[in-house]
């Protein structure tokens, strides 16, 4: 089986190639905020350069979000776009979980808070368990002052998390350039069932804020 996995999440673009059970691609592309002008091609020349034709993929998979807005919308649109004309399934799955399933990987720990970068001085966290093994989102995606974060994680009821993931203030970092890596090792993963993962939509950390720029300007 052969698939496509795509991470724009945090505003470069990072790409993956799964080919018989195996990572067998990686790509990076550190520039930033290029993927209007660059995601479709660097995708086209990741399968030409493979020899790999679109109708030779079972599937395309994609990061939802936190993150960039305008990058995790352009790559979401991609993926579906892709995916109608090569008429495979399209799946998508959030930062969030795949750096709690990342985490426990790593430390062999069932409980996992995971932190990432919001703006406005803000992050955003959500808290995840590992039940017979599969990754369980045990609490909503919250967002949390960095100074104030430490304390609403200790009052949060549902569990009190075993490890920290992510870049938040007290969060253990690592390179957010790998995560379309760690994305495709989620989809090898035993614990990972494309029918249980739809057609990619965005996950906001925030909801989207834009503001008519000429309220007084009437439309038909």
């Known amino acids: 089986m052969i698939y496509l996995v795509i991470d724009t999440s945090q505003g470069i673009t990072s790409l993956a190639l799964i080919i018989d059970g195996t ?6 592309d550190d520039t930033p905020n290029q993927q209007s002008a660059q995601l479709v091609l660097q995708c086209d020349h990741l399968m030409q350069d493979h020899g790999l034709a679109w109708s030779d993929l079972h599937g395309i998979v994609c990061t939802t979000g936190p993150g960039g807005f305008t990058s995790v919308r352009i790559a979401i649109a991609a993926v ?3 995916a109608l004309a090569a008429n495979v399934t ?6 969030m979980e795949v750096m709690a399933w990342s985490a426990m990987q790593r430390s062999a720990c069932e409980r996992v808070c995971v932190v990432v970068p919001a703006g406005r001085s803000e992050c955003a966290y959500q ?3 590992m039940r017979e ?3 369980c989102a045990v609490s909503p995606l919250m967002l949390s002052k960095k100074e104030e974060l430490h304390c609403k994680v200790a009052s949060y009821p549902l569990c009190v998390p075993e490890t920290f993931e992510g870049e938040g203030e007290y969060a253990v970092r690592i390179d957010m350039r790998t995560l379309a890596h760690l994305l495709a090792d989620y989809v090898l993963s035993a614990g990972w069932n494309g029918a249980d993962y739809p057609a990619p939509v965005p996950l906001y950390a925030r909801p989207p804020d834009a503001a008519i720029a000429a309220p007084f300007l009437k439309h038909g």
Do not use: D, P, Q, T
């Open 127 to 129: 808290f995840f368990e």
């Open 23 to 28: 990572v067998r691609v990686l790509w990076n």
């Open 80 to 82: 579906r776009g892709f």
């Open 133 to 135: 093994a599969c990754i």
């Open 90 to 95: 399209s799946h998508g799955i959030s930062v």
